[in-house]
């Protein structure tokens, strides 16, 4: 996990060392991503924070994954996976992860959160590192008055934009809610996708408003960000192009808070 160290350190939640709970779901949605579903003990995290996760498939090894939604006090909980080229387990929990599977769930920790006070609130999520923005956008949607809200989503292909559905409905719901999809290529490649095409719909993202660049090109463009809080979650080297470009571009490094993995 990737902290500013100019910035104050990963917030954490004092508790039990460990809650259990149960997968009641495991959607393959690409090749390489699955989202699991969990029901168990209530886990005190924050909307935005990263959790340490313990699996059967390999019960002594910890991988931390963010939340997708906000804590319920009914236990409910839902990770986005994606696999790690050259990880050691994320393969296995993308792949073999099964429903009445027991999981460990620990140390909740991390410092993406949106402020009380916030008026204009700008997420960049590449990939995965869009589960805790998710949770956030449900949680802050519970405000009298949410803050206007832009999400950059970015991936290397259309279908990378796993979650194209889902955000339309937000969209559609939330008004003070603005997607912008970003692709570094436009076209998907011709290798087929069997997981992407069993699971098709027609609600998501059209061609035409897919912005093509990276993640830190396409917020060049929209820069300086000065007025809004920003954070920032995905790969790391994404991470860090993105916060250099926004520092170049006149951004405060005090309106960033951002997490890679």
């Not at 209530?42 to 939604?69: I, K, W």
């Not at 700008?122 to 009298?144: K, Q, W, Y």
């Not at 300086?224 to 860090?240: E, R, Y």
Request: proline share 9%.
């Amino acid at each position: 996990m990737t902290l500013d160290p100019d910035q104050t350190g990963p917030i954490r939640i004092d508790g039990p060392t460990e809650w259990p709970a149960t997968v009641v779901g495991a959607h393959r949605l690409r090749e390489d991503l699955t989202v699991v579903r969990l029901i168990g003990e209530f886990v005190p995290f924050a909307p935005g924070q990263s959790v340490e996760v313990r699996t059967p498939q390999h019960p002594n090894m910890v991988r931390r994954l963010y939340p997708a939604l906000p804590p319920s006090l009914d236990g409910k909980l839902e990770f986005h996976i994606r696999t790690v080229p050259g990880g050691w387990c994320s393969g296995s929990m993308v792949a073999d992860t099964r429903t009445g599977d027991e999981w460990k769930i620990r140390n909740p920790a991390g410092w993406l959160a949106v402020a009380d006070n916030a008026t204009d609130l700008i997420m960049i999520a590449d990939g995965v590192g869009l589960a805790p923005f998710r949770a956030l956008l449900l949680d802050i949607s519970r405000r009298e008055q949410p803050p206007r809200t832009h999400l950059f989503v970015g991936g290397r292909f259309p279908r990378d934009l796993y979650a194209a559905d889902m955000l339309a409905l937000l969209a559609n719901e939330l008004p003070w809610l603005t997607i912008i999809p970003v692709v570094l290529d436009e076209q998907d490649p011709e290798w087929i996708d069997d997981w992407y095409e069993s699971c098709r719909v027609d609600i998501g993202f059209q061609p035409e408003e897919l912005i093509p660049g990276t993640l830190a090109e396409v917020v060049h463009r929209f820069g300086p960000l000065d007025l809004q809080q920003i954070l920032v979650c995905g790969g790391a080297a994404m991470v860090q192009s993105t916060v250099e470009m926004l520092i170049a571009t006149g951004t405060p490094r005090e309106l960033i808070r951002y997490e890679g993995f």
